[in-house]
Every structure is written in structure tokens, then in C-alpha cells.
């Protein structure tokens, strides 16, 4: 890669972090500056960028469950949302032409519909992105946002089909059902690959595989990535090779980022122009919210996917180039979509950096959405008799409960946020119950100064839900003891900064934890006269 877009990448990264935003805006502007200076991308830097974005599919159906699709909530409220969206956008873009205004004048009713079409999409790309940064992939937001994405990601195939004229090829058919024939030799041989560099390889093998695959056949290369990593979602390792993956994702995102920056100068007028596109925004996300609302979604759970789809999508420059190709549209309106696009990424990154926050102060008057009839996963949460919780039911929180029971007996419960994992606890005899740490309504639902729990162990991956979770403890009452586990020292800190009783480094702890297990179940006397 060019030196000078490693250089602008980590100078806008680093400087975009210090205040709070999301590095992925740093990469956006430095595209943008470098575009300034005359320096531009080339087939290396889109070739990087399309590589990231499969590699991000790829890792998506990792962790993606077929049945999630099925839900109304994703495909009826995916289809309801762009219908509206199409419709209002090329109604609202037709006015604009008929105003006068530059570039909008040289539209049709047929090209306004192609324009609202391409801005009714979200960025696959940034939303993950964002909610990996919040480390909430498990979460039930993260299921709806991921789910409706993919409805989009299936639409979008559909018409790059019909646009390009390119059908499906007769194998297929025949390729989709040998796929599924392999499976079982696929999943074989990810496990005799075992936790190295190996397991790496075969993940981007099957991401480049199942991308060249589709593409044989007439399909689009990144659905099959898609589909390919979902062949693997029900697999134990599935999350490991996601691990695996990674630094190599996050890498060539960065590429995908610094191209749309890159990717044209604007005029004065397409800025502005594009400036109004982004403005329109709260349009999309009030809808995406006011749907999810009447599928039973919680105004929490609704409000906090809506912002992570309050954006354009990168699908968008793909439907402008077509346009553009088929002299449909002046190339002008590919410049413009490109600008709305990051100008949507950049407003859209401190909201979800604060969408908690944000929920936590208009919670009530979000409420006001929300149907009578609430889901299962909704429920209050009962701890009767319990003295300890448990949030964050992972490696750490499951094996400190089954010990914590060992020990003491059936009082403890467990809490945790991903609903396929607390149900997996409930099989095997845990008291888990559904549960999000960085929620507001959960806490009022749990008032812990009534309850009988005397000590709090905090074991969430991200530091910031724990200062959530203690200052919402604090404020409800509680004063028994909060204990919290920590992967960096700098954290520990924080979290005794915010009113923590004591904190469990993971990695200076392991050894201790080792050689305490290692005391209990040997006899030190015979190691020592052991002859060497």
C-alpha cells in the first residue's frame, strides 16, 4: 500500500479518537485530504477496499443464525421501510427538480426513483463497525440491525441482476446444493486445522472460495462470502475463527474508508447538495424506529439499531456507478452520493458512541412508542433469594457462577444480554436471566435496594457499560460490594475511579488462578522430592 495512506489514515485516526469518535471518521476524512492533494486510490486501494467488505460478510454469517431472517420484525419491517423510503425520496427529489436546483433538474421519474433507491439503504460496514466498537454483537439490537442488513444485502442482489442483466448461470443450483452437501467434510477440516495461523488460512480460503464461487455461477461474490460463513455459524470454533480474522478485516476496512474519501472532488453545488441528503437522515431513522416500535421492540432496542442505520450505504455508489454506466445519471451524482454517504458516516458516529446516554435522558418520552404487549426476553427480572449476581454470563462470568455455586449454593443468578446464550444456561440448570448492563430500563426494573443481593461482580467486555452498571447502582441504592473482572491495567483505574470495591486483571490473574489450582490439587511435598 501507498505510504501516504498508512500516514493520513493513523494521523486522522488517531486525532478523530482523542475526541471521542469512532477512528473510522478519522479514515474518512483522510481520504478527503488526500483527495485534496491530488493523490488517488487506484485498483490497489479499491481492490484492498473490496476486500474488506468481504472479509466483513464473511465474519457476519459467522455469527449469523438463519432463523433470525425469518422474524417479521426483520423482513416485513426491511421491506415496509424502504417502500416508504423510495417513495418519499424520489417524490421529495422530484419537487427539487422541478425548483431549478442544479443537478436535480436533469432527473426523470425513473432517475429520481433510482437516487431514492440508492439512499434508501444503511452501511453494512458501519454498522458493524460501530457495534463491534461497543463490543455488543451478542446484544438484541445488534440481531435486528444485522438481520435487517442482510434483507438489504438480498434486495440489492436482486437488482444488480435485473440493472446489469446479469442472471444466474444453470450451476447455480447444482453449486448452492453442493454446498450444502460439503458441509459436514468443510466443518471436518476447520477442526483439524486446529487455533493457529491454520485456522486463519482456511477462513479467508473459504471467504475467497465462496466470493469466486458466487461469481462463476452469475451470483454476487460478496453474498456468497455471506453464505459461506453462515455454513459455519452453528459451529463451536465459529467465533474463534472470527478472532482469527479480525486484524485482517479491520486492516482492509481501513482501505474501504480511505477510498470513499478518495473517490472524488465535489463542486460547491454537489457539497451542497449532498449536505441536504444527509439532513434529510432523521427522516430514515424516525422510520426505522416507529417499525421496529410496532414489530414489540422495546423504544431501547429501536432507537439504538436505528442510529446504527442512520446512515447511507456504500451500496449506494454501487447503484450510482450503474447508473452512471448506463447513462442513466451524470457522473456529478456519484461525487454527490459519495459525499452524503461519509457525511452521514461522520453525524452518525457520536450518536451511536452516545446512544445509551441518549436513551437514558428521553427514555420516557421514547416510551410513548412502544405497543402494550411486550416480548418474552422483556420480562422483569426476578433475583428472589439470590446474594450474588452475575453480569456478563461469557467464559469469565459462567465459570465464576458455577464455582460461586460450588461454594455457596443455589444464590446466585446470572445476567446476561445475548438471548441464545442465556437460554443455553437454562438447559443446564443456571438461573440466567435475559439482561443488558447498559440499559437504563433494565436497572429500573431490577431496583437492587430491594432485593437481597449483597455483592455485584461485573464481568463485561467493555469498561464503559461497567462505569454504566456502577453508576446506575449507586443511584438506585445499592450499597453492597461490586467487584469487576479487567483485561488492561488502564482500566482497572478507571473502573475504581467510578466507586468499584475491587477490580480482577484477567491476564496479570491467570498465573495466580493457575498456580492456586495447581497448590490445591498436588501434593507440593512430592513435587519437591521429585528427582530431576
Known sequence: ??????????????????????????????????????????????????????????????KLKIKSLAKPVVWAGTSLHMIVTVIIFAFLVRILGFSGIPLFDQLTWQTSLLIAFALSFSSTVFAVKVIEGKKEMASRHAAFTIGILIMQDIIAV??????????????????????????????RLMAMCGHGELLMLFGILMTVGGYSGFEFVGLKGDLGALVVGMLFATHPKAPELA???????????????????????????????ALLLALVMPFKTGLFFILLTRFKLRARTSLIA??????????GLIVGSIGVANGWISSEWLVVIAIALSLTFIMAAPLNSASHKIYARVSSR?????????????????????EIAILGMGGVGTSAYDELKRR?????????????????????????????????????????????????M?????????????????????????????????????????????????????????ADHVCEHMDYCKLKNVEL
Open 458 to 514: 461485573l464481568a463485561l467486555p467493555d469498561p464503559r457499560t461497567s462505569i454504566f452498571s456502577i453508576q446506575q447502582m449507586k443511584e438506585r441504592g445499592y450499597n453492597g460490594q461490586i467487584t469487576a473482572s479487567v483485561h488492561y491495567e488502564d482500566e482497572m483505574q478507571l473502573l475504581k475511579d467510578a466507586g468499584i470495591d475491587a477490580a480482577y486483571n484477567l491476564y496479570e490473574e491467570a498465573g495466580v488462578g493457575f
Open 243 to 273: 478472532d482469527r480474522l479480525l486484524g485482517f478485516k479491520d486492516l482492509f476496512l481501513i482501505g474501504f474508508f480511505l477510498n470513499i474519501g478518495i473517490s472524488g472532488s465535489p463542486t460547491l453545488a454537489g457539497f451542497m447538495i
Open 158 to 187: 436482486v437488482f444488480l441482476a435485473v440493472s446489469t442483466g446479469k442472471i444466474p448461470t444453470v450451476w447455480a443450483v447444482p453449486f448452492l446444493v453442493s454446498l450444502i452437501i460439503a458441509r459436514p467434510i468443510l466443518v
Open 306 to 315: 436505528s442510529l446504527s442505520l442512520s446512515n447511507y450505504s456504500e451500496f
Open 1 to 62: 500500500m501507498n505510504p501516504l495512506w498508512i500516514l493520513a489514515a493513523f494521523l486522522f485516526g488517531a486525532s478523530i479518537s482523542r475526541i471521542g469518535l469512532p477512528p473510522l471518521v478519522g479514515y474518512l476524512l483522510a481520504g478527503f485530504a488526500l483527495n485534496s492533494f491530488g493523490v488517488t486510490g487506484g485498483e490497489l486501494l479499491e481492490s484492498v477496499a473490496n476486500a474488506g467488505v468481504t472479509l466483513l460478510l464473511f465474519t457476519i454469517g459467522l
Open 366 to 386: 421514547l416510551k410513548y412508542f412502544e405497543t402494550s404487549t411486550r416480548l418474552p426476553e422483556d420480562a422483569p427480572i426476578d433475583p428472589g433469594d439470590a
Open 408 to 456: 455457596y449454593g443455589d444464590i446466585v443468578i446470572g445476567i446476561d444480554f445475548n438471548t441464545e446464550k442465556v437460554k443455553e444456561h437454562q438447559k443446564k440448570g443456571r438461573r440466567v436471566f435475559f439482561g443488558d448492563a447498559s440499559d437504563s430500563d433494565f436497572w429500573k426494573r431490577v431496583e437492587p435496594s430491594k432485593s437481597l443481593v449483597c455483592l455485584v
